[in-house]
């Protein structure tokens, strides 16, 4: 008779007179339900806020070990010699010919050519 009542229920897909219907699932609780979005955080995290974070400080620590007479390039595309080095600008030799400085913020360093 069981073979039956399997059969009926696996036509229908009701289950047959007399046979009992499955208990319903509990519902997930509220922290397996925030955990999808508490995934994408930590990835957006890493992704929006620790790449440029690493990359300024790496930035930063170019820029404290520049010295004089280092060749660098600015965000503009000048290309210099480092002469003098102060807390808030640097200055530059930009043509050996005509004695051209030009004094820039530190962060308009955007690569040094001496460690290449």
């Given at each position: 008779?069981?073979q039956?009542?399997?059969?009926?229920?696996?036509?229908?897909?009701?289950?047959?007179a007399?046979?009992k219907?499955?208990?319903p699932k509990?519902?997930?609780?509220p922290?397996?339900?925030?955990?999808?979005f508490?995934l994408?955080?930590?990835?957006?995290?890493?992704?929006?806020f620790?790449?440029?974070?690493?990359?300024?400080?790496?930035?930063q620590?170019?820029?404290q070990?520049?010295?004089?007479?280092d060749?660098?390039?600015?965000?503009?595309g000048?290309?210099?010699?480092?002469?003098?080095?102060?807390?808030?600008e640097?200055t530059?030799?930009?043509?050996?010919?005509?004695?051209t400085?030009?004094?820039i913020?530190?962060?308009?360093?955007?690569?040094?050519?001496?460690?290449d």
């Amino acid at each position: 008779m069981e073979q039956t009542t399997e059969a009926v229920t696996a036509e229908n897909g009701t289950p047959a007179a007399g046979a009992k219907e499955p208990a319903p699932k509990p519902p997930a609780s509220p922290l397996m339900q925030l955990l999808p979005f508490v995934l994408i955080f930590v990835v957006m995290y890493l992704f929006l806020f620790r790449g440029p974070k690493k990359k300024q400080q790496q930035h930063q620590q170019m820029v404290q070990s520049l010295r004089r007479n280092d060749k660098v390039r600015t965000i503009g595309g000048i290309i210099g010699t480092v002469i003098d080095i102060k807390d808030d600008e640097i200055t530059l030799k930009v043509d050996e010919a005509n004695n051209t400085k030009i004094k820039i913020a530190p962060s308009a360093i955007s690569k040094s050519l001496s460690e290449d």
